[in-house]
């Protein structure tokens, strides 16, 4: 007897793949499926800009003026709008709102490892390849689960590394709750989504006809093959991808032509500030929660500065400086940065000593202390939690974990740490370990 035919088999020869209306990396129906309910708590989205490859705490936000050459690098720290707060001359746009956000500057993560470290950052726990716990975005779409024809977690940029899980996916949630991935170039005349655009020569009594084939199609499967738990899962999501994929409010919200070209303009005409402005179309849109990879030079890791970190730095600051304003601003005039945590961070920050590397002077890999911000949303802002010694080393006072920043972030979305799944016969929680920042609140 011949083996089954798969569901996406029979899909794509009816002309209606999932494939086809998925995006890059998993199935559409997958991103919709969120299963728990939610609790009464007030409703918070996410934009999370990272610096994937770990920026430079130093030359950004704890600066260390007195210390020697070699420390302290080329940039001069400048008053910002917040009393006693200096950051680098790099970023005026950033130091003119810095009353929008709150900085940590005493972060610190167990691991110095590019993949491991970005795993850790999205989900709070440390890495483990058969077991690996879920993104708070993806326990956001299973403990807050939408019905909105919009995806609920989206990523902007493929941030995985080869030896490594794909950061902030679903992990022992399962593929139901890993994001929706856009690897499109947002600043690109001609950018689209085009698994939101229903194609020209297919109108609605086609894709009606296509639901009726899809259910005929899954009454013969479920009768030559077991239902396991992933084909219940495309199962119930399968129609809802359908449904996404004629939803005019999504084909809106990824349509940067709407914006005016001043608006374009203040975010800066490359793809990190068109990517943060399609970040708040999302969350405008219903998105609950968008990760942004905070810019693309040379290869994923861009902000892995281990030789000629001044001359990226020269390129790479003026971009984060007005993107990240201009997001701030643009959220708070239209009334969203109360209900938008905005977070910007690495997965760890730089060391203290600049290197003599062959092509230029660098930084390499430092977990022991870095720094991230945190604005809107609801936390308290315009704060610096949380200090460096004197060469930006190490914590010497309020020490933040990973973990405690994953914890804060849970907090601000009113999600449950504590929440089991079973997984290979144990009982794991979202969230291991970690205590939220009570001064934040």
Same mark, same amino acid.
């Given at each position: ?12 020869? +009816? ?5 086809? %209306?998925?995006?890059? +990396? %998993? ?107 879920? +993104? ?138 068109? +990517? ?46 007005s993107s990240y304003a201009a997001l701030l601003n643009d959220l708070e005039d239209r009334g969203l940065l109360d209900s938008t945590l905005v977070i910007t961070a690495g997965e760890f920050g730089r060391t203290p000593r600049i290197n003599t590397h062959a092509r230029g002077p660098g930084r390499d890999h430092w977990g022991g202390c870095f720094s991230l911000t945190l604005g809107g949303g609801g936390v308290k802002t315009g704060r610096v939690i949380g200090a460096s010694d004197k060469y930006g080393a190490t914590p ?46």
């Amino acid at each position: 007897m011949s083996a089954p035919i798969s569901r996406r088999a029979l899909l794509g020869w +009816g002309g209606l793949s999932v494939g086809a %209306i998925a995006p890059l +990396g %998993i199935t559409l129906p997958a991103v919709l499926a969120s299963e728990a309910s939610g609790g009464s708590h007030k409703q918070i989205s996410v934009i999370f800009m990272f610096l994937q490859g770990g920026a430079s705490q130093l030359d950004m936000y704890d600066m260390k003026p007195a210390a020697p050459a070699e420390i302290r690098g080329k940039y001069d720290p400048v008053s910002t709008r917040v009393p006693g707060l200096q950051l680098s001359d790099q970023l005026p746009r950033v130091s003119a709102v810095a009353d929008k956000f709150s900085l940590i500057r005493s972060a610190h993560s167990y691991s110095s490892k590019h993949g491991e470290g970005d795993v850790h950052i999205m989900c709070g726990s440390p890495v483990d390849k058969n077991l690996q716990a879920p +993104g708070i975005g993806a326990v956001l779409s299973k403990q807050q689960p939408q019905t909105a024809a919009i995806p609920p977690f989206v990523h902007l940029g493929d941030m995985k590394h080869p030896a490594y899980s794909a950061p902030g996916y679903g992990g022992i949630l399962g593929p139901a709750h890993n994001p929706f991935l856009i690897e499109q170039n947002p600043n690109e005349p001609q950018f689209t989504v085009k698994e939101f655009d229903t194609a020209a020569n297919v109108g609605a009594h086609r894709l009606d006809d296509r639901k009726r084939l899809l259910k005929s199609l899954d009454a013969f499967q479920s009768a030559g093959e077991r239902q396991l738990e992933l084909g219940l899962v495309q199962d119930r999501f399968t129609e809802r991808a359908l449904s996404l994929s004629t939803s005019r409010r999504a084909k809106n919200a990824f349509d940067l032509s709407r914006e005016s070209s001043q608006l374009r303009d203040s975010y800066g005409r490359n793809r990190v500030g068109q +990517g943060m402005l399609l970040a708040r179309r999302l969350i405008e849109a219903g998105v609950r929660f968008v990760t942004i990879q905070g810019y693309v030079d040379t290869g994923i890791y861009a902000w892995d500065h281990h030789w000629g970190i001044f001359s990226h730095l020269d390129r790479q600051l003026p971009i984060y400086d007005s993107s990240y304003a201009a997001l701030l601003n643009d959220l708070e005039d239209r009334g969203l940065l109360d209900s938008t945590l905005v977070i910007t961070a690495g997965e760890f920050g730089r060391t203290p000593r600049i290197n003599t590397h062959a092509r230029g002077p660098g930084r390499d890999h430092w977990g022991g202390c870095f720094s991230l911000t945190l604005g809107g949303g609801g936390v308290k802002t315009g704060r610096v939690i949380g200090a460096s010694d004197k060469y930006g080393a190490t914590p010497v006072d309020r020490p933040v974990s990973v973990a405690d920043f994953v914890a804060t972030v849970y907090r601000v979305l009113g999600l449950n740490p504590h929440a089991e799944v079973t997984a290979q016969g144990r009982r794991l929680q979202m969230l291991s370990s970690g205590r939220a920042v009570d001064e934040l609140f």
